[in-house]
């Protein structure tokens, strides 16, 4: 059971708009930034958005990421097939004195 | 560019030690803190530790402190993972990532893991 929360999966159309939830505590997300990998089938995590919402340079502006308190999203506009992906919340976690991940939500284009 | 490159996959049984490596390249390797993550078949992703190269200061994961020994060669711009006696519950994808900031001196709680390697897919099974 992972420390933040992600729903296992999410599915949506091509050219549609979909949002990835990441639910954690005070000891983690709401005291500390927020990043997000994907994970594309066979690959290696690539960071997608560090400090809740900033986009690393090559990343396409069709991601997002935001934050409100203990709770972080990740939105994908836009959607392409090559979006199929495992995508991971991360945060540090002060009380654990450890990185934690969500447990991964795998994204479907239909 | 920077890059970490780590070494290849490893077949082995039970009660065998093994060491994979992480080489830096592109960067100062030296200056910055190399992470290692483990996941295992299907499932998500779990920090295990980390390593300043400069210093070989090292920090585990609860998790994992005893259970594996995280290693550094700056004179080879490599960082190391090792396990002393090999369990089947070791199987699993191990990855480096270079974290962004001072892990000690700015703390952990805005940093970030960038770039990973390609992973090192270990196997114990007898």
């Known amino acids: 059971q992972s420390v933040l929360t992600q729903p296992p999966s999410v599915s949506e159309a091509p050219r549609q708009r979909v949002t990835i939830s990441c639910s954690g505590s005070?000891?983690?997300?709401?005291?500390?930034?927020v990043n997000w990998y994907q994970q594309l089938p066979g690959k290696a995590p690539k960071l997608l958005i560090y400090?809740?919402?900033l986009l690393p340079s090559g990343v396409s502006d069709r991601f997002s990421g935001s934050k409100s308190g203990t709770s972080a999203s990740l939105a994908i506009s836009g959607l392409q097939s090559e979006d199929e992906a495992d995508y991971y919340c991360?945060?540090?976690?002060?009380?654990?004195?450890?990185?934690?991940f969500g447990g991964g939500t795998k994204l479907t284009v239909l | 560019e920077v890059q970490l490159v780590q070494s290849g996959a490893e077949v082995k049984k039970p009660g065998e030690s093994l060491k994979i490596s992480c080489k830096g390249s592109g960067y100062s390797f030296t200056s910055y803190w190399i992470g290692w993550v483990r996941q295992m078949p299907g499932k998500g992703l779990e920090w295990m530790g980390i390593?300043?190269?400069?210093?070989?200061?090292?920090r585990y994961s609860p998790s994992f402190q005893g259970q594996v020994t995280i290693s550094a060669d700056k004179s080879i711009s490599t960082a190391y993972l090792q396990w002393s006696s090999l369990k089947a519950s070791d199987t699993a994808m191990y990855y480096c990532?270079?974290?962004?900031?001072?892990?000690?001196?700015?703390?952990?709680?805005?940093?970030?893991?960038?770039?990973w390697g390609q992973g090192t897919l270990v196997t114990v099974s007898s």
């Open positions: 005070s000891s983690n997300i709401g005291n500390n930034a």
């Open positions: 991360a945060a540090w976690d002060d009380s654990l004195n450890v990185w934690v």
């Open positions: 990532a270079r974290h962004s900031g001072d892990f000690i001196a700015e703390g952990p709680g805005t940093s970030w893991f960038d770039p």
């Open positions: 390593i300043y190269p400069g210093d070989s200061d090292t």
């Open positions: 400090y809740d919402d």
